[in-house]
């Protein structure tokens, strides 16, 4: 079957055309400030050694580790994936599957051509900050080792003239995306392969317990917790060259009586500057500059922490820096766990879902949950990164709306002209006015369509075409060796495939006869593919196999985190004063707050505005009282250090 010409050619018209729209000048003139950090990114790839003690406290580790207690190394940085079903490895080891017939599966980016569509569908509801809240998700919860995901990778699968390097004289890694003949864009250019380098595994990088020659499990290189580990780092060693040790404070810089994140100290390395000159960031997440959006909430993230910072100093002078730092990140990450279940999840999940499988409860006010099981495993499934949560590339934008504070359009962004080049924030207004794009501009539509910008031109950098991230994720379904989307159907309580026809339950008949021209057997069918067919669950933003999954998954990371922080725990947990302060808090109040000058947002960031949520001042968005956090309890004459207050926690009890 061949792909769609016309379709693709109209969009790639209507995307050129959008060219014209402002693309701000190259505007970064900042001198490069010389340090010595963002040494993750030389980050060498080892998996860690199980830690010799635990101690108690009632702050995260910035590793992950000692969260759970009987197993001290769940969910640390550096481990695998775990797995709901048997990978399905065509050597059942490490060889990427093949059909039942023994062929070949479907090219990657054939499948994406066929089965998925591009239109540009606004989501009616939902704004494009509900998208961008995903991707801060998923950048806190896994990240696949070994990947730049925006930067080019130094292992070459292709020729930069796009032909195919020999395998036996590639890199072992190499699974490069073979385009097929008449590629509706890549053959303007006689492109035949993408680049594409298998994640590292247990195996590869020798990882204890797995000596034996058992299945390779791949390797994700942050916390598996909810925790931020995207803003404060998945190590100590990480998290250091991001503090000032002054006031509990992060690092910033400020430029223009804003505050940023701090520079790279490798910007050509880092980012896609045109100039040595050109801004870009470091923090906790190496993928901090993938795309404007990104970097916007991780900004505004960081500036939460030191305001939250300032703010408890004020109150306790008598803090040191230690303190000042945890007790501000305990209630940064509160925050974001709380707009995270309460406030974004609802909408991807379903509220009544969400609450019938025990993500969130009906308690209001100081109330606790106290639902932490020690049993649960809190690891990041294989099947929810790869293929589930990906399944939300489907809501990207390829257009990025500057809104103006009384919610005009002064211009927009094409997408990928700016990945991986932050600096276009520091300029004019562009902050405020992407954050206000953000909480007004629609996200596209969640379903089988994805955004030209990220099928044809993701990472183009300056040439014509780029790669596709929907091809991208089907080949990482098979680079991982997820098992079936028919064998997920199974495992999710749905009748098991065995003609095409029974897809038909699930998936409308046109993707049906996509998948069939596709495939060998429905036995064949990727999970990332089948699953994101799916006609979604009514009140959800899945179909139900990706909703089996990703409810799985999310109640695993909520009963599966010691710190969660709706806990009673005296120890980790908060007071039921300060617990009732934690749910004010908004995605709203987050871009009131750290925004540049915004002065009014709608309460429900997350939706569109409407007669029922419309704009509103600053000041009547619902804000956290830090005064909750005044500590009487030392007399003010010394210093209180993070220990002594330990000492005191444990004295009261
Ligand atoms: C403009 C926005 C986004 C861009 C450009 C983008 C791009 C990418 C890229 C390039 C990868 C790595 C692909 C690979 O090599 O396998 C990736 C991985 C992923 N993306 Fe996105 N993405 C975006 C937004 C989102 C959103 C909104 C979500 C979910 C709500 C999401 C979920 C994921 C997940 C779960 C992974 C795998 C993470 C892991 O390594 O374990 N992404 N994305």
Redesign the pocket.
């Given at each position: 079957m061949q792909p769609n010409n016309a379709l693709l050619k109209n969009t790639l018209q209507s995307v050129s055309a959008q060219t014209g729209i402002t693309s701000p000048a190259n505007p970064f003139i900042q001198p490069i400030r010389n340090s010595s950090q963002s040494r993750q990114h030389q980050q060498e790839i080892r998996c860690p050694a199980p830690p010799l003690k635990c101690k108690k406290t009632p702050y995260r580790t910035f590793d992950g580790s000692c969260n759970n207690l009987q197993n001290p190394s769940l969910g640390v940085a550096i481990s695998p994936?775990g797995r709901l079903l048997t990978p399905n490895y065509s050597d059942g080891i490490h060889a990427p599957p093949v059909s039942v017939t023994g062929e070949d599966l479907p090219l990657a980016r054939l499948v994406s051509l066929v089965a998925f569509g591009e239109a540009d569908i606004p989501d009616p509801q939902f704004t494009l900050g509900n998208?961008?809240?995903?991707?801060v998700?998923?950048?806190d919860?896994?990240?696949?080792a070994g990947?730049t995901?925006?930067k080019k990778h130094k292992t070459r699968c292709c020729t930069d003239g796009g032909k195919i390097i020999e395998k036996n004289i590639a890199h072992p890694t190499c699974f490069p995306i073979l385009v097929p003949p008449n590629d509706p864009a890549h053959s303007q250019t006689g492109r035949e392969c993408m680049n594409?380098?298998r994640?590292l595994t247990d195996r590869s990088q020798k990882c204890p317990g797995n000596e034996q020659k058992l299945a390779e499990e791949q390797l994700?290189v942050v916390t598996h917790f909810m925790d931020m580990s995207l803003v404060y780092g998945n190590s100590r060693q990480q998290n250091s060259p991001l503090r000032s040790f002054r006031g509990g404070r992060m690092i910033t810089e400020e430029r223009n009586g804003a505050e940023w994140l701090p520079r790279s100290n490798n910007a050509t390395s880092d980012c896609d500057v045109q100039s040595t000159t050109e801004v870009c960031y470091r923090a906790g997440d190496v993928r901090v500059n993938?795309?404007p959006?990104?970097t916007i909430f991780q900004t505004i993230l960081l500036r939460e922490h030191n305001r939250l910072a300032d703010a408890l100093a004020a109150l306790n002078p008598h803090y040191d820096d230690e303190l000042l730092f945890q007790e501000a990140r305990k209630i940064n990450i509160a925050q974001y766990q709380h707009i995270t279940y309460y406030e974004w999840l609802p909408l991807?999940l379903g509220a009544e879902n969400m609450l019938k499988n025990r993500l969130i409860y009906p308690v209001q006010g100081g109330r606790y949950v106290n639902d932490y099981d020690p049993t649960v495993d809190p690891r990041?499934l294989n099947s929810?990164?790869?293929a589930?949560?990906?399944?939300?590339?489907s809501?990207?934008e390829g257009r990025l709306d500057l809104i103006s504070e009384v919610r005009g359009m002064s211009g927009a962004l094409r997408?990928s002209d700016w990945?991986n080049r932050p600096g276009i924030l520091e300029v004019a207004d562009n902050f405020d006015s992407l954050t206000r794009g953000m909480a007004t501009q629609p996200e596209e539509l969640t379903d089988s369509n994805f955004d030209t910008e990220?099928k044809h031109f993701?990472?183009r950098r300056s040439m014509a075409f780029g790669?596709d991230?929907r091809a991208?994720?089907i080949?990482?379904n098979r680079?991982h060796a997820l098992a079936t989307y028919n064998d997920f159907r199974e495992f999710c309580g749905i009748r098991r495939a065995s003609t095409w026809e029974d897809f038909l339950d699930l998936i409308p008949s046109k993707k049906v006869e996509a998948l069939r021209s596709l495939y060998r057997s429905p036995e064949d069918v990727d999970l990332t593919v089948g699953g994101a067919l799916e006609v979604l669950v009514e009140g959800a933003l899945a179909g139900p196999t990706f909703l089996c999954i990703l409810t799985e998954q999310f109640y695993r990371t909520r009963a599966g985190d010691r710190f969660f922080f709706e806990r009673e725990d005296p120890l980790v947990g908060f007071t039921s004063a300060q617990l009732n302060e934690i749910r004010k808090a908004s995605v709203a109040r987050l871009m009131c707050d750290n925004g540049n000058n915004i002065t009014s947002v709608q309460t429900q960031a997350f939706r569109t505005v409407s007669a029922n949520n419309p704009v509103l001042p600053c000041t009547q968005i619902p804000q956290l009282d830090i005064r909750q956090w005044q500590d009487l309890s030392y007399g003010r004459e010394f210093t209180v250090t993070a220990q002594s207050f330990l000492e005191n926690v444990y004295k009261k009890k």
């Open positions: 994936y998208m961008q809240w995903g991707q998700v998923t950048h919860m896994s990240m696949q990947g995901q925006s594409f380098v994640t994700t993938q795309n959006g990104l991807m990041v929810h990164a790869t589930a949560f990906r399944f939300f590339h809501q990207i997408l990945l990220i993701l990472f790669t991230l991208l994720d080949q990482r680079d």
